[in-house]
């Protein structure tokens, strides 16, 4: 490590999250300012997107983060990749704490993590020829010159499945499997140690996404890569996953290594998550859905945010914030029948 | 029309696009029947035309696209060369659709209730406030809370996942016979997934309603269906009842996709993946139109596989289908 170790900062670990909050507000405008100067109930609306996320992500592990639409679970993944910055909370990237560092060093840690999106087609600019969408970030980064330029790219994309003699045609003349191969070279052309996939394989067909995920699996093995996987298909994560987490309303309420996860999950929510997950073992299945919905993240409730739907909600849950707790080795359950037990 | 006729029953059916660049055989040769009570699975990849099949059912074709062939036969009646009139008396009524996108259902500007009571009045000699009536038991039925206060809203003040459930509440409206689903679930989480396949299936056993239910997803199709077909460019490719159809897969092509379910197989290993891609069905070469990416494809294969039966309760459209027996 270039720097000294940083408090809170375990050898190992390539990424580190520490309390991270994300707040989005919406501000009034003038109009809006006078109104609620003038006595009207207009106020300015806070989302909370991320309430107090704790992660650390070990170097060539391949980390899961799951959890239902608007649960804050993208939003984690865009300030991971650095496009957003957190409102509250410390991000360590090889035990250096992100938001201190040096101009140089902080894009140097920037290009080092990639992330991949969710829509082919709506993440590569369709003006653009796949040479220059892939090439064009090696080459203003000054990790290849102009000379090596052309073999990079056939280099690049031929890892990715991609035949190269296709690097003149746009992005609407491939199909969207391949599209996503694409996108996952534009994230490797630049020698990245981590990538972020946001439902990278969500938009794709059944066996489409078999070699697409396989794809991620082999560049694993052959660059060393350390992914954080963000999806809602349970399937997927407990394939390619090391470690999950699972997340619920701007929290995380349970963290476990896979097997132990899908083998004995521990918070209700996991546990009403993993039985709803359609699987081709279970055939006629009476299905016994939770009831509710995902609150909105406008005003969440207090407490325990899963209460308004938990079967076993206790006052206590009503009131008190469950916290992050080991219940085993490498296991940990924000929930507060764990204190009872 | 005897009561074990099946509710629909499909024979043979051929929806071409008639496009400048050639034909599009959307749906080609497509046969299957649905019994009161049973839900009839319809899987396959994207462009395998199970959505254009739903959409002949119903006479919803738009130009360049036409059905060419095969008979509808809906009670007993066939509908495939129903008049737009006749059409209309059905559709909404006796057979009702649910979309992937409930906004494709619901009009954005006008109450629910407004459009609720409209599917009403327009099949039913019925006074408005029977309507409502109608109306608030659907949307209880589906699970919604406080189904009066909700009617007054618009489509915009739902969640997905409710606003799913309104459009599932219209298609229940007239209590029809058959319930053609297009991959409804697919844009919803797995909690709310759950939720409404509940509500199907609970529908299908208290009301005795058909369905077709379309999708990719094979996991779902587990849980729900009685019995699968599943689609591959435009032509049912394998079908039978649910659990043989997953525990004994004969078409190559059903085998790969199982095979490619992450949850099937062991973690971190290569799943297994079918090489290549969905052929276009413009001009689509002749033969049996999975041989490029199947692996056992051999010369027989240049030839279209008529549909077989390689034993009881069976369909397969396949030279070489994978046989315990045999294998």
């Known amino acids: 490590m270039s720097l000294p170790a940083t408090q809170g900062a375990p050898n190992g670990a390539l990424m580190e999250l520490h309390g991270l909050s994300k707040r989005f507000v919406k501000t009034l405008d003038l109009a809006g300012k006078l109104a609620s100067k003038l006595g009207s109930s207009i106020r300015e609306e806070t989302v909370y997107a991320l309430d107090g996320v704790n992660m650390t992500v070990a170097k060539g592990e391949v980390v899961g983060l799951v959890g239902e639409s608007g649960c804050g679970k993208s939003t984690l993944g865009r300030i991971v990749a650095g496009i957003l910055e957190p409102t509250e909370g410390q991000m360590y990237y090889e035990g250096r704490h992100v938001a201190t560092l040096e101009p140089a060093e902080a894009k140097a840690v920037a290009l080092k993590v990639q992330m991949i999106f969710q829509d082919p087609f709506a993440s590569l600019n369709p003006r653009m020829r796949v040479r220059d969408i892939v090439g064009e970030a090696p080459l203003v980064h000054g990790l290849v010159s102009s000379d090596e330029f052309e073999g990079y790219v056939d280099d690049v994309l031929g890892r990715c499945g991609l035949d190269a003699s296709y690097k003149r045609r746009y992005p609407h003349q491939f199909s969207g499997g391949q599209r996503q191969r694409i996108g996952i070279a534009r994230a490797l052309a630049v020698r990245p140690d981590f990538i972020v996939c946001d439902e990278a394989v969500a938009a794709l067909d059944v066996s489409i996404q078999a070699q697409i995920l396989n794809l991620f699996i082999k560049l694993r093995e052959e660059l060393g890569l350390t992914y954080l996987f963000i999806s809602h298909d349970l399937g997927v994560v407990e394939h390619i996953s090391d470690r999950v987490y699972i997340m619920y309303l701007g929290r995380i309420v349970e963290t476990a290594p896979t097997e132990d996860l899908f083998a004995a999950p521990n918070h209700p929510y996991t546990k009403a998550l993993l039985r709803e997950v359609p699987r081709l073992e279970t055939r006629h299945s009476k299905f016994l859905p939770i009831e509710g919905e995902i609150p909105s993240p406008l005003e969440p409730p207090r407490g325990c945010h899963f209460h308004p739907r938990c079967p076993h909600a206790t006052a206590r849950c009503r009131e008190e914030v469950p916290v992050l707790r080991e219940i085993a080795p490498g296991r940990e359950s924000a929930c507060h029948l764990n204190d009872e037990a | ?327």
Not at chain 2, 242 to 250: F, G, Q
Request: aromatic share 4%; hydrophobic share 40%; net charge neutral.
């Open chain 2, 1 to 327: 029309m005897g009561s074990n006729a099946p509710t629909l029953r499909v024979e043979d059916l051929k929806t071409h696009f008639f496009t400048k660049a050639g034909v599009v055989k959307a749906v080609d040769n497509v046969s299957f029947s649905v019994d009161r009570a049973q839900i009839l699975g319809l899987v396959g990849e994207s462009g395998s035309g199970k959505t254009v099949t739903g959409f002949s059912i119903l006479g919803l074709v738009d130009a360049p696209g036409r059905v060419v062939g095969g008979r509808i036969e809906f009670n007993g009646e066939d509908i495939a060369n129903a008049d737009e009139g006749r059409m209309q008396t059905l559709r909404g009524n006796r057979i009702a659709m649910i979309f992937q996108d409930p906004m494709m259902t619901l009009n954005p500007v006008l109450r629910v209730e407004t459009q609720m009571m409209e599917t009403v009045l327009a099949h039913q000699k019925v006074d408005r406030k029977t309507a409502r009536q109608r109306a608030r038991d659907a949307l209880g039925q589906v699970g919604i809370p406080s189904p009066d206060e909700r009617l007054a809203a618009y489509p915009h003040q739902f969640s997905g996942g409710m606003r799913q459930r309104v459009a599932i509440a219209i298609a229940l409206l007239n209590d029809p016979d058959l319930i053609i689903a297009d991959e409804p679930t697919t844009a919803l989480d797995v909690t709310i997934q759950a939720q409404i396949l509940f509500e199907a299936q609970k529908l299908c056993r208290e009301r005795g309603t058909a369905m077709i239910w379309i999708t990719h997803d094979l996991a779902v199709i587990a849980g729900l269906a009685d019995k699968v077909c599943v689609m591959y460019a435009g032509r049912i490719v394998e079908a039978g009842a649910i659990d043989e159809v997953l525990d004994h897969p004969v078409h190559p092509y059903t085998r790969g996709l199982i095979g490619s379910v992450p949850s099937r197989n062991r973690r971190g290993v290569p799943l297994y993946q079918i090489p290549g891609m969905t052929p276009a069905l413009l001009n689509l070469p002749p033969g049996c139109a999975f041989r490029e990416r199947c692996p056992q494809a051999d010369g027989a294969c240049m030839a279209e596989p008529g549909l077989s039966v390689p034993f009881d309760g069976r369909a397969v459209r396949c030279f070489h289908p994978h046989l315990e027996a045999g294998a």
